[in-house]
């Protein structure tokens, strides 16, 4: 019953921004609330990383590639992760994939975010 739905990809060229939404669905906001939350990429025959992790308290944490340029952030009211994603490069092409939990671990089907050169 739970479901993470990930939003908000799409093509850019690079320099440009976009705004990517994971909303999670079948549990309460108190439940989603205490979850751990994480941006995770994949790309094509690359391993799937870490980008951004988000605490149940707001700490976050992102990878060196990221720093600077992403920036995630919840809203436990809407049961909802945004990873706000600014000067895009054409590195950053990847399927982007939400995760909710540690101990129980959801994923999010993917949203695909390709830049342009």
């Known amino acids: 019953q739970v479901q993470l739905v990930e939003s908000g990809g799409g093509l850019v060229q690079a320099g440009e921004s976009l705004r990517l939404s994971c909303v999670a669905s079948?549990?309460?906001?108190?439940?989603?609330?205490?979850?751990?939350m994480g941006w995770y990429r994949q790309a094509p025959g690359k391993q799937r990383e870490l980008v951004a992790s988000?605490?149940?308290?707001?700490?976050?944490n992102s990878a060196d590639s990221v720093k600077g340029r992403f920036t995630i952030s919840r809203d436990n009211a809407k049961n909802t992760v945004y990873l706000q994603m600014n000067s895009l490069k054409p590195e950053d092409t990847a399927v982007y994939y939400c995760?909710?939990?540690?101990?129980?671990?959801?994923w999010g089907q993917g949203t695909q975010v390709t830049v342009s050169s």
């Open positions: 079948g549990i309460s906001k108190i439940i989603f609330s205490a979850n751990a």
């Open positions: 995760k909710m939990g540690i101990a129980r671990v959801y």
């Open positions: 988000i605490t149940h308290s707001g700490s976050t």
